[in-house]
């Protein structure tokens, strides 16, 4: 066992040929990751304008490190050095690990998997960055399958730590472990998920978006106090309102969709018509100048009236304990049905979608007496199977379990 290991060690040491398809945000940072940890990387994309976009951007973000202090004209000349601008799918044909980062459409990455197999060594990994498409899907496209893992970069790549590792049923242990390792390599977080709709956090954090936008359905509060609350009593960095004009309405709602229907329409990723509407008038957030706030033409935010410190502390409580315990439960789940372990998927959260704190964590410290009946309270008041409780919390509660000791 030791000596396998050991040969895995060394092929994964001679893993420094690194091919980037797509050179938009995920790409370019991507590229940007991979060229810092000292691989020699090509970048491709059909579109030259793209790539030449994507090189003057590279050494602005480089231009403000090297400003900061953070590396020097070396290292910024090491980094560029690493990188090569290609239009031309052939030219990843010497990759050790390609990682593909193109727009979230199934039938564009399997025929783009399909093609790139042509080129490559039979020993290339082939990963996408996909965000909820179905890896077992994108790996059906190849000759190999077991070469296909999905690698899940979060925006902006450079600065997440967390990085899921996402295998298909056809995806083999040498390629998961290789995988695991080179972004490990990489000094990123790495998280195992479940090849399952959302994986980690785009399947957690579904209730952040969601449940905020169904408490301003109901007419509870408004976008302001929902996003006051989280903030302050929770300690997120930004509120549900805040985040998803950053985010984007369009890229947000499709997320939230993507996962509804691959759910089988489980009515607790249910897409809310306030952020349809959002999305079909192209109030689209900071990118548009206009979604659930005004932004003016440098995407900041124009305060309007409504104070954030005038709030009632206690609809503000009301709604933040709301709000969480539909992240706890989703959390809860998670585990419950193996996507992930209990550390992975705190992790997840806290390096991923920078959460104050796990939420695993989280049920602990509010008790898990507290968290069943907190669920069942909702659904005792709306009778709705999205406000079902975990079943692994309510055995968790019968036994007097934590989730860490």
């Known amino acids: 066992m030791s000596n396998h290991k050991s040969n895995i060690n ?8 690194v091919g980037i398809i797509g050179s938009g945000t995920m790409g370019s940072g991507i590229a940007q990751v991979a060229a810092t940890s000292g691989c ?3 970048l491709y994309d059909t579109n030259q304008l793209a790539l030449d976009k994507a090189k003057v951007a590279l050494d602005k973000i480089l231009n403000r490190l090297t400003e900061k202090g953070r590396i020097d004209t070396a290292e910024k000349s090491r980094i560029q050095g690493n990188i090569q601008y290609v239009d031309s799918l052939k030219s990843l044909s010497d990759s050790d690990l390609t990682i593909e980062a193109i727009i979230e459409n199934l039938d ?10 042509t080129y490559v060594s039979d020993n290339c990994i082939i990963a996408s960055n996909t965000s909820s498409l179905s890896i077992a899907s994108i790996a059906a496209s190849l000759e190999k399958p077991e070469r296909c893992v999905g690698i899940h970069f979060f925006n902006p790549a450079p600065l997440m730590k967390l990085v899921e590792v996402i295998p298909a049923i056809q995806t083999s242990k040498e390629v998961l472990e290789k995988s695991v390792k080179i972004i490990s390599d990489w000094k990123k977080t790495v998280a195992i998920a479940k090849d399952t709709p959302g994986f980690i956090v785009n399947r957690v954090a579904r209730p952040f978006y969601g449940e905020a936008l169904r408490i301003y ?23 549900p309102f805040e985040l998803m004009d950053f985010i984007g309405n369009d890229v947000n709602y499709t997320v939230t969709e993507t996962v509804f229907t691959a759910f089988y329409f489980d009515p607790r990723y249910k897409p ?21 706030y005004n932004y ?11 104070s954030e410190e005038s709030q009632n502390s206690e609809i503000a409580e009301a709604i933040f304990n709301r709000i969480l315990i539909m992240l706890i439960n989703e959390a809860a789940d998670a585990l419950f049905l193996n996507i992930a372990s209990a550390e992975d998927i705190d992790n997840a959260m806290t390096k991923g979608v920078n959460y104050p704190k796990g939420l695993l964590a989280w049920a602990d410290e509010k008790g898990i007496d507290w968290c069943v009946e907190t ?13 079902r409780c975990s079943p692994l919390l309510r055995k ?10």
């Open 217 to 239: 359905e109901e007419g509870l509060a408004d976008f302001v106090t929902i996003d006051h609350s989280l903030k302050t009593l929770g300690g997120f960095r930004m509120g």
């Open 40 to 42: 020699k990387v090509k």
């Open 10 to 17: 060394n092929q994964i040491s001679q893993i420094i040929q």
């Open 272 to 292: 809310a018509f306030t952020q349809k509407r959002f999305a079909e008038a192209g109030y689209l957030g900071r990118k548009s100048g206009k979604g659930y």
């Open 375 to 387: 669920m069942d309270n909702l659904y005792n008041e709306y009778h709705e199977d999205r406000y």
């Open 396 to 405: 968790m509660n019968k036994l007097g379990m934590r989730f860490f000791n």
């Open 108 to 117: 564009i990455k399997q025929k783009v998997f399909s093609e790139l197999e």
């Open 296 to 306: 003016d033409e440098n995407g900041k935010r124009v305060i309007q009236s409504g």
